[in-house]
């Protein structure tokens, strides 16, 4: 095996749209829609090991639909959709390689802060969306393992649009509850 040259990990990654995302030093400037919902839409949820391809971006727009349902709380709502969204810049790493990796969930959360940063969220909401989370994993894990049928399942084109449109509409109530106009 090749070995690595230590002085050419810089941290970074080339998205989609050209942006250079550092891993390891990430700022909202890096942070861009298009890549996030690209990353999302195309990335196997469950390391790929669901009967069909199941999205991240579908698991996400799940939860959030989950949430917003039980709340009135535009904040929390956006923040349900996007409580995955490091994992359009790491991938859908499966919880028992976090377990072995303990550098790993740092970045990860670093990535989360600056996330949720971007979108004017509290990066503390993501402990509040983690039940949800947790319930729709089940529901998949049922449909995917046990024979129900919770929802049908999307190609990674229509997990995009279903996922870009929720999070136009998610900022929009969040912005209005905020008394935002993007129009000024």
Known sequence: MKEID????????????GIQFNLLNPTIEMVNEHDIITGLSNNPHFNGQSPKFFSVAQHSVLVYYHVKKT????????AALLHDAAEAY????????????????QIERRIEEVIFMAFGLDPDLIAQVKPFD?????????????????????????????????????????????GVNKSN
């Not at 230590?6 to 749209?17: E, H, I």
């Not at 319930?135 to 996922?163: C, L, T, V």
């Open 6 to 17: 230590p002085k050419k990990l810089n941290g970074c990654m080339t998205t989609v749209s």
């Open 71 to 78: 709340f009135n709380r535009p904040g929390l709502s956006l």
């Open 90 to 105: 790491t991938g859908d790493i499966i919880a028992p390689l976090k377990v072995l990796w303990p550098g790993f969930k």
């Open 134 to 178: 947790l319930k729709i994993q089940q529901m998949e894990y049922d449909q995917f393992y046990k024979g129900a049928n919770h929802f049908p399942y999307q190609g990674s084109h229509q997990a995009y649009r279903s996922f870009m449109v929720n999070l136009n509409e998610a900022k929009m109530n969040y912005e209005h509850l905020l």
